[in-house]
């Protein structure tokens, strides 16, 4: 059977990669919305910190037989740990001036993890085995699919809603999401709202890093496997409407499947798409999809 | 001031006033090398600073076994592969560092803006990691030297033994711009003069990360081929999703630019059993081990055909200046490309007219993992291209120099 000349196979297929793509997206984009929300702070090291999970998950097992599962953890922990001392001796400095200090320290940042990275692993990057749990694929009729692609799918979506329940319907979510609307009420009413920011600053770093190890095993780690995609993600951002939660999961995935069609439809655009998108956005919604005006 | 005193002084006068006569020809006293690549982007591991770690070596070996009595002096610089850069950079090492050579020059747009600010400015541009034909052909000019490979010679060396040997049918992987598109055609030229056939292509955009989507497309042409158009990064990603997705080893993949620092990124196991075309091999002779160790013991990751060019060409280029007693453009050229090529990159190389140096090409195929007994033993050599069969013959040449 054919849709437009394409068989149903191949478009199938192609949207089912870019659902995995978008699985991707939607878990870094979250990662940034969450931090924009809470610190108003654009955090343009995201994909420097998404290359360094991968990059501590590698070297966790090739230098100390650590394996994948346990890196799943570990490796988003000490990204985040970093995250926590980037926040408490630099980004809190930041608060009361402009967004654009934000974002200039972050992307100078962002260029000296990747120098450090690059200068230590050079830049053809490091192949990372996929865990053999997870070798193989099944055959599903329209395609091959590789089984730890599919567990990418899972191990985000859980991950992104998992974030999305506490921060929507946890008493913890609740002062989150006061500390955004109002932080000096927040305070008098007795809560910690610097740890706090410390805290989701942390959260939003290891969500990244966790992405990160998901696609160690199918990019090659590379000091600039970040900085590739964290363009990207941060059109899906904006789309979404700045620091809307489940608007970034849904942009992600949704943008994940539109450059999947488009890649079978007319594949030299597939990189440009998502900003044609947001062209469109911004021009009607300029507070985004998700985002309240 | 003594007798003895006076004659010292005097005789260091006329020696001085020798030297500069002897000088006199090599503007500023010293020969002033330029490397111009990519120091920290995509193509910095298989150029970068080991290309310029190569220049260092071929001056110091030329001044420790050729004795030269002029200076030679180095400047490098990151061009980020932004044909702007690269051509401002060039700009002001010329006019005001009196730079007497750009070199390097990884990425044809910025080997080809480079080349244009040369051609101006009368200085000589030697191109060892740019891989575009029209470098030699449309864009020629007579102050370029085109030295370690091209996408004809790369096409000419894997499709055509690929071809040959049973894969008749090819689909195209190819980054979308001027270098994969030249890539995709020369190839696709050499596919279908060996009989085989192009059963289509898609190009991605550059640099890309996922190649699932294109990969699936290429799966479902049934194609027996699938051609890597593209390099570095994106090719090393391609063919590990390829791995991925079961489409190797029911088809094949063809890597028409690949350095043996993409092999050893990406390990023997998705790659064993490649063919790919090189202009250099560390593990081919005596000489080239012994020049490819030392080469190691500073990097600490064998030399790429770029590299190792790089270290050709430079002490070609010294030898050049030497001989003709002259930094001066057309003299140094005219010498260059009169002198052949002997050392243990290339035998018998030569500099025709367009530009392009001719040498030996290597066909080679990946080893498995089994077979490979220590680090970097990577690739059995399956044929040696001679030069006359590698690179484009002058009688196709589209180049305006080349008076047919």
Redesign the interface.
């Known amino acids: 059977m054919e849709i437009f000349g394409i068989?149903t196979?191949?478009l199938g297929?192609?949207l089912l990669?870019?659902l995995?793509?978008g699985s991707f997206y939607a878990i870094l984009s979250l990662g940034l919305a969450i931090i924009f929300g809470l610190l108003n702070i654009i955090n343009f090291a995201h994909g420097a910190q998404y290359m360094m999970g991968a990059f501590v998950a590698w070297i966790a097992l090739t230098r100390f037989g650590i394996n994948y599962w346990v890196a799943l953890i570990v490796a988003p922990l000490i990204v985040g740990i970093t995250g926590v001392l980037i926040e408490r001796l630099m980004l809190r400095r930041l608060y009361k001036l402009d967004h654009l200090y934000g974002l200039l320290l972050t992307f100078g940042l962002a260029l000296i993890f990747e120098?450090v990275f690059?200068d230590q692993f050079?830049?053809?990057?490091?192949?990372y085995e996929?865990p053999e749990l997870l070798s193989g694929?099944v055959n599903l009729g329209f395609?091959?699919l590789?089984i730890?692609?599919g567990w990418v799918i899972i191990a985000s979506l859980t991950v992104c809603f998992g974030t999305w329940y506490m921060i929507e319907r946890t008493k913890l979510g609740a002062y989150l999401r006061a500390g955004t609307e109002n932080s000096a009420m927040v305070q008098a009413l007795g809560i910690n709202v610097p740890l706090l920011i410390t805290f989701t600053y942390g959260y939003g770093v290891a969500l990244a890093a966790f992405a990160g190890v998901l696609a160690a095993p199918?990019?090659?780690v590379?000091p600039?496997?970040g900085s590739?995609?964290i363009i990207v993600v941060f059109a899906v951002v904006v789309i979404g409407g700045m620091g809307s939660i489940m608007g970034s999961i849904l942009t992600g995935l949704g943008l994940g499947l539109i450059e999947?069609l488009t890649?079978?439809f007319y594949?030299?655009a597939?990189?440009?798409v998502v900003f044609v998108i947001m062209v469109i956005v911004l021009l009607l919604r300029p507070a985004g999809l998700f985002g309240k005006s | 001031m003594s007798s003895r005193k006076y004659a010292r002084t005097a005789c260091a006068a006329a020696l001085a006033a020798l030297s500069f006569g002897v000088q006199a020809q090599i503007s500023g006293g010293s020969v002033k090398i330029g490397v111009l690549t990519d120091l920290s982007g995509t193509y910095s591991d298989l150029a970068g600073s080991g290309a310029v770690l190569a220049t260092r070596m071929a001056i110091d070996d030329f001044i420790a076994n050729e004795k030269p009595s002029f200076k030679i002096e180095v400047v490098t610089a990151d061009h980020q592969n932004k044909a702007d850069i690269a051509s401002n950079k060039a700009r002001e090492w010329i006019e005001r560092e009196n730079v007497d050579t750009v070199t390097e020059l990884v990425t044809t747009s910025t080997a080809l803006a480079v080349m244009k600010v040369a051609k101006e400015k009368d200085r000589i541009v030697i191109m060892n990691g740019p891989a575009s034909t029209p470098i030699t052909n449309e864009q020629c000019n007579d102050v370029s030297v085109h030295y370690t490979y091209d996408t004809y010679a790369l096409a000419n060396g894997t499709a055509k033994a690929v071809t040959t040997q049973g894969g008749k049918s090819w689909f195209f992987l190819t980054a979308d711009y001027a270098f994969g598109h030249a890539l995709e055609k020369d190839s696709s030229a050499v596919v279908t003069a060996n009989g085989g056939k192009v059963l289509g292509a898609v190009r991605h955009p550059f640099p890309g990360s996922d190649f699932s989507s294109f990969l699936l497309k290429a799966q479902a042409s049934g194609a027996q081929v699938i051609g890597l158009a593209n390099a570095g990064a994106d090719t090393t990603n391609a063919i590990k999703q390829a791995a991925e997705f079961g489409i190797t080893p029911k088809q094949s993949l063809a890597g028409l630019l690949m350095f043996i620092t993409d092999i050893h990124a990406l390990g023997l196991k998705p790659t064993q059993g490649m063919f790919l075309t090189t202009g250099f091999y560390w593990d081919r002779t005596d000489e080239t081990r012994a020049w490819s160790k030392r080469f190691f013991e500073k990097q600490k990751k064998m030399p790429t055909m770029v590299q190792a060019g790089q270290y050709s060409s430079i002490y070609h280029y010294l030898r050049a200046v030497k001989a003709a007693g002259s930094d001066d453009t057309s003299k140094v050229m005219a010498m260059m490309k009169k002198t052949p090529i002997n050392d243990f990159f290339a035998k018998n190389g030569q500099i025709r007219e367009d530009g392009r140096m001719v040498h030996d090409m290597y066909l080679v195929q990946v080893k498995k993992q089994s077979e490979s007994k220590y680090p970097w033993d990577y690739y059995t050599i399956k044929a040696t291209i001679p030069a006359a069969e590698a690179f484009q013959p002058l009688a196709l040449s589209r180049c305006p120099l080349i008076k047919k």
Request: glycine letters at 16%; charged letters at 10%.
């Open positions: 068989s196979a191949l297929s192609q990669i870019g995995i793509n120098g690059r050079g830049i053809s990057g490091e192949s996929v694929g395609m091959f590789p730890y692609r199918i990019f090659q590379n600039l496997m590739n995609l999947g890649r079978v594949p030299e597939s990189s440009v």
